[in-house]
């Protein structure tokens, strides 16, 4: 995971508004069919990453565990999340280069 690529990412695509996030913004992306990557944070309770993991698979959306809570609301300017929806299709592909590198 890189990274030094993905916190700037992830405070681009808020800017821009292409992020969901808190629990009803998130569950509302993935059922709406917005959403097209879900971030989970590796901290959150297994319950809550259970349920976001779930969602996620029903909808096929792709999802990623591996942030921090603190680190996903450092990087969009916000209290610490739990998850996260990006809703573009072009951020959540740099999102999703920028975790594999």
């Known amino acids: 995971m890189n990274r030094a ?5 992830l405070g681009f695509a ?3 508004g292409k992020l969901a996030s808190g629990e ?3 569950e509302h992306a993935v059922r709406a069919g917005k959403a097209r990557l879900v971030l ?3 901290d959150a309770s297994d319950n809550t990453k ?6 996620a698979a029903y909808h096929q959306v ?5 942030l921090s809570k603190d680190e996903l609301g450092h990087a969009t300017g916000r209290p610490s999340r739990a998850a996260l ?7 959540a592909k740099a999102i999703g ?5």
């Open 5 to 9: 690529k993905l916190l700037p990412l």
């Open 14 to 16: 808020q800017k821009a």
């Open 24 to 26: 009803v913004a998130v």
């Open 40 to 42: 989970i944070a590796a």
């Open 50 to 55: 259970k349920s976001y993991r779930d969602l």
């Open 62 to 66: 792709a999802y990623h565990e591996g």
């Open 85 to 91: 929806a990006v809703t573009d299709a072009g951020f």
């Open 97 to 101: 280069e920028a975790l594999k590198g």
